[in-house]
T-cell receptor, first 112, second 118 residues
Framework: DSGVTQTPKHLITATGQRVTLRCSPR?????VYWYQQSLDQGLQFLIQ???????AKGNILERFSAQQFPDLHSELNLSSLELGDSALYFC???????????FGPGTRLTVL | AQKITQTQPGMFVQEKEAVTLDCTYD???????LFWYKQPSSGEMIFLIY??????QNATEGRYSLNFQKARKSANLVISASQLGDSAMYFC???????????????FGKGTKLSVKP
C-alpha cells in the first residue's frame, strides 16, 4: 500500500459525459501528479500540482482540468468524454518535486 | 526533448537467475533522475529504485540494482535471484526538471514485460 488513495476504482460512463476522479496523497506529500495509461499512448503525464498551485502541464486535453485543494487532495475532471479517453488514470504524490513518486491504485475509466 | 527507450518488449528468465532490463535515455539537462517502477497484472505502480545523475555509486535496493552508465546514457535494472512474483511490467522513467525545483513529472518508457519461469 503506497499510502495514496484514489476513488473510484472503476468508472463506466457514456460518451459526452463528465466525470471526476479523486486523489488523496500520502501524508506530508505536497506534490500531486496525474498520469494516463492507455494501450496506444503508454504512460503519459497530464498535470502536476504543488501545495495547491499548478506547476507543470503535460499532454492534458482542454476537456480535462484538475485542481488541488487546501487539504492537498486533488481532483481530475474529464468532460465531453470520448471513447479514446478510456484508460487507467493514476495519481502519484511526492514530498518535493524531485522525490520518488508513489502511485495510487488508479481509476479505470471505460467510456462506452 | 527528453526521451526514454526500452528496447525489450518482453523477457523470460528462469527462477533464481539474474536478469537485466535495458533502459536508455536522452536529455540535455545535466541534472536528472532515473526511476524504475514495477506494474504487476493487478495494475498498481510500485516504485523500485532511483538514481540521480550526480550519484557516484550505482543505486541498490535489496535484489534490485541499477547499472548506471552515464556516458552511454543507460540505466539498466538488474534483478538478482528472480522470483515468480517478479513477473510484471517494468517501466523506466526520467524526471523532468531539477531536483528541488518546481517541476518533477516523469517521462516513461514503453515498458518491458518480464516473465519468470519456474
Amino acid at each position: 500500500d503506497s499510502g495514496v488513495t484514489q476513488t473510484p476504482k472503476h468508472l463506466i460512463t457514456a460518451t459526452g459525459q463528465r466525470v471526476t476522479l479523486r486523489c488523496s496523497p500520502r501524508s506530508g506529500d505536497l506534490s500531486v501528479y496525474w498520469y494516463q495509461q492507455s494501450l496506444d499512448q503508454g504512460l503519459q503525464f497530464l498535470i502536476q500540482y504543488y501545495n495547491g498551485e499548478e506547476r507543470a502541464k503535460g499532454n492534458i486535453l482542454e476537456r480535462f482540468s484538475a485542481q488541488q485543494f487546501p487539504d492537498l487532495h486533488s481532483e481530475l475532471n474529464l468532460s465531453s468524454l470520448e471513447l479514446g479517453d478510456s484508460a487507467l488514470y493514476f495519481c502519484a504524490s511526492s514530498k518535493l518535486a524531485g522525490d520518488e513518486q508513489f502511485f495510487g491504485p488508479g481509476t479505470r475509466l471505460t467510456v462506452l | 526533448a527528453q526521451k526514454i527507450t526500452q528496447t525489450q518488449p518482453g523477457m523470460f528468465v528462469q527462477e533464481k537467475e539474474a536478469v537485466t532490463l535495458d533502459c536508455t535515455y536522452d536529455t540535455s539537462d545535466p541534472s536528472y533522475g532515473l526511476f524504475w517502477y514495477k506494474q504487476p497484472s493487478s495494475g498498481e505502480m510500485i516504485f523500485l529504485i532511483y538514481q540521480g545523475s550526480y550519484d557516484q555509486q550505482n543505486a541498490t535496493e535489496g535484489r534490485y540494482s541499477l547499472n548506471f552508465q552515464k556516458a552511454r546514457k543507460s540505466a539498466n535494472l538488474v534483478i538478482s535471484a528472480s522470483q515468480l512474483g517478479d513477473s510484471a511490467m517494468y517501466f523506466c522513467a526520467m524526471r523532468e526538471g531539477n531536483y528541488g525545483g518546481s517541476q518533477g513529472n516523469l517521462i516513461f518508457g514503453k515498458g518491458t514485460k518480464l516473465s519468470v519461469k519456474p
